[in-house]
């Protein structure tokens, strides 16, 4: 199964795919980052999962069309066959307190012989569950976990898998509930799954209902906010990158990666797009995660953390797992969260400052924790680092990382001039100057006409069209225009951004193999060209991306040109919220089509809400 053939179902605290057969193939319960029960995705039914759809001979039918039920989250899959229409409509309701995965077999037209297959595998795909009948109903049990299958029909066992036939026809409705407990718990009281239905419907319009974005292209960026709501973990407020491990970046290779925690950079620039969309809530929240997680001294910052603020994420294999397509090793963890990455710096001011900018309250630990962060970026804005990507190369004086220095002293001195918070202003004053001209000096090439990706180096990357976005030179400079010029030139294929230069020895990042574009990046440059007065391009680019989203709207890390597939994990947030921002520059430079030297997100001209 190609990975854009997946479909995302979520109760925001965990996430399942669904295949466009009708196969759940991944489900981590009871959190995003929990082990599995279903881990087809990363090796064979055999790891888990739920099939459900036509019955008949050879191989299992696709579904003729699928969509989410207007602007919700809820997913339908129609599948016409000689018999009739039949659609299952899945969904995961908001808790009660447990998770639930709700499947309804809906008769459409005629009647349709159905089946469904069932392989409950807990910890990733290891632990094969004792399986007992009661009351009609199916328990799966092992270690912590166990799930319950509520089925409107018998299902008999055999080869550790439970299966059954049946027909639907016309106007019935036949609801499958699983559900899962703690494994010492008693039985978890059954839901009503129609009347879930309903609240889980009315719950996404409400959400989206307060949606303040109408330019173009309004679909395809509610269905990227409704797929970053999905994302949050409700309970705490953190961000997941993505609610999957190991989708390989390079089919076939070892860039897999396990995306279900909360970076400090993905989770900013997710919240960037929604502050900007009007959901000052959520913003809220995520600024009580952010105060709780890094609590404590700002030299202990990292770069991401659990979901519930975690620290350690040991980073490990999964032998026993195949991978996707091959793509080996599966691991869980994340070893990049020991790395430093001074680009964090930047995001978190940045953030803090844009959502007092959209009207949210003063805190005051908020501000005193900035200070702190401020005082330790002071002293180590200098330092070597690995850099947005992660590299698990050498550190490097990335370019980057040292312009979101600039940003962390910007913001903050803004928060000082707009907000009336006290600190050593002229200090950082000082500082941001010093950073601003070190960067011309030392990260930029003139022969070349283009910032470079670290010190000295002559390489490039694709972060370098962040530099007008976040407002460290206008777009009209013309090193800006260079550097946007030099990446189109020498870092796309067919038009699409790769992040940087894979050279032969990989010695930047330090791993084998090649990878994709990178989608974050491709977004970039639609948005630096319409920055720099070229919409039409921009827009041809916006629209070439927008083409690259699967059937239902989603986008995943990368995108391969040469097979013209979705590559790495899936959905990523870091793909939708630019998709968001990008919508947003057009919109803004079609109004003014003049260099437009703002962005949604990270510029300081967000409305005072004073
Ligand atoms: O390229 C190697 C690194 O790849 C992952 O990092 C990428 O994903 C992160 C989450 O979206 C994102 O914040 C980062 O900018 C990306 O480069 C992986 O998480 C790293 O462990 C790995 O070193």
Redesign the pocket.
């Known amino acids: 199964m190609r990975i854009e053939d997946y479909a995302l179902i979520g109760d925001m605290q965990s996430a399942a795919l669904v295949a466009r057969d009708g196969s759940i193939d991944w489900l981590c319960l009871p959190r995003f980052d929990s082990p599995s029960c279903f881990a087809a995705l990363l090796g064979s039914e055999r790891n888990g999962h739920w099939w459900l759809g036509p019955n008949g001979p050879g191989e299992r039918p696709m579904a003729t069309r699928r969509r989410y039920r207007d602007e919700t989250l809820v997913l339908e899959s129609e599948w016409d066959t000689e018999g009739g229409t039949v659609r299952v409509i899945d969904f995961m309701p908001p808790r009660h307190p447990h998770p639930d995965v709700v499947r309804i077999v809906e008769g459409v037209r005629g009647t349709v012989e159905m089946a469904t297959t069932i392989r409950v595998r807990f910890d990733y795909g290891r632990i094969v569950p004792w399986v007992r009948r009661s009351d009609g109903h199916l328990q799966a049990i092992g270690g912590p976990d166990s799930v319950w299958l509520h089925a409107p029909v018998p299902l008999k066992g055999g080869d550790y898998a439970h299966r059954a036939t049946f027909t639907v026809s016309e106007g019935e409705r036949l609801p499958f509930v699983f559900t899962w407990h703690p494994s010492h718990e008693p039985m978890p009281v059954e839901i009503d799954p129609e009347l879930q239905l309903v609240e889980t419907e009315s719950m996404w319009r409400e959400w989206v209902s307060r949606c303040t974005y109408d330019g173009p292209w309004r679909d395809a960026v509610i269905r990227s906010l409704i797929t970053l709501k999905a994302l949050t973990y409700a309970p705490t407020g953190g961000i997941v ?2 609610p999957t491990t190991s989708l390989p970046e390079d089919l076939g290779g070892v ?1 897999n ?1 396990d ?1 279900r925690y909360c ?1 400090l ?2 989770a900013t620039m997710t919240l960037d797009a929604l502050i900007g969309s009007g959901y000052l809530e959520e913003a809220r929240d995520w600024r009580r995660w952010l105060l709780r997680a890094i609590a404590g001294r700002a030299q202990d910052l990292q770069i991401m953390y659990g979901v519930a603020g975690e620290r350690r994420l040991p980073e490990m294999e999964l032998e026993w797992l195949p991978g996707y397509e091959d793509s080996r090793p599966v691991r869980i963890g ?3 969260v020991d790395q430093l990455q001074l680009d964090v710096y930047g995001e978190v001011m940045n953030s803090l400052y844009l959502s007092r900018s959209y009207g949210l309250e003063p805190d005051t630990r908020a501000w005193a924790i900035q200070r702190e962060l401020l005082e330790y970026l002071e002293h180590h804005w200098d330092a070597p680092d690995e850099g ?5 190369g050498p550190r490097r004086h990335f370019v980057h990382s040292k312009v979101m220095c600039w940003v962390a002293l910007d913001r903050a001195i803004g928060q000082v001039e707009r907000f009336g918070r006290t600190g050593p202003v002229e200090r950082w004053r000082v500082l941001r100057d010093r950073i601003h001209a070190e960067v011309c000096d030392k990260g930029y090439d003139p022969e070349r006409n283009t910032f470079t990706q670290s010190y000295g180096s002559r390489e490039l990357d694709a972060a370098l069209l962040l530099i007008p976005v976040v407002g460290f030179l206008p777009p009209e400079d013309p090193r800006v225009i260079g550097t946007i010029e030099a990446i189109q030139r020498e870092l796309t294929v067919e038009g699409f951004v790769l992040r940087y230069p894979l050279a032969e020895d990989n010695a930047v ?1 330090g ?1 084998p193999g090649g990878e994709g574009a990178f989608l974050a990046c491709s977004f970039w440059m639609a948005e630096a060209l319409a920055m720099i007065g070229r919409r039409e391009e921009a827009t041809r680019l916006f629209e070439r991306l927008l083409a690259l989203r699967n059937d239902l709207g989603l986008l995943a ?1 990368e995108y391969d040109p040469h097979t013209g597939r979705l590559v790495g994990n899936f959905p ?1 947030a ?1 793909s939708h919220v630019p998709l968001i921002h990008t919508a947003r520059a057009l919109a803004k430079a079609a109004e003014s089509p003049a260099l437009t030297g703002t962005h949604p997100g990270l510029t300081r001209e967000a409305p005072s809400g004073e």
């Open positions: 990158a993505a860039r990666w995306y970076w950079r993905d994340n070893g990049a947005l990507w992660e590299v698990r990042d791993l890390e990523q870091f």
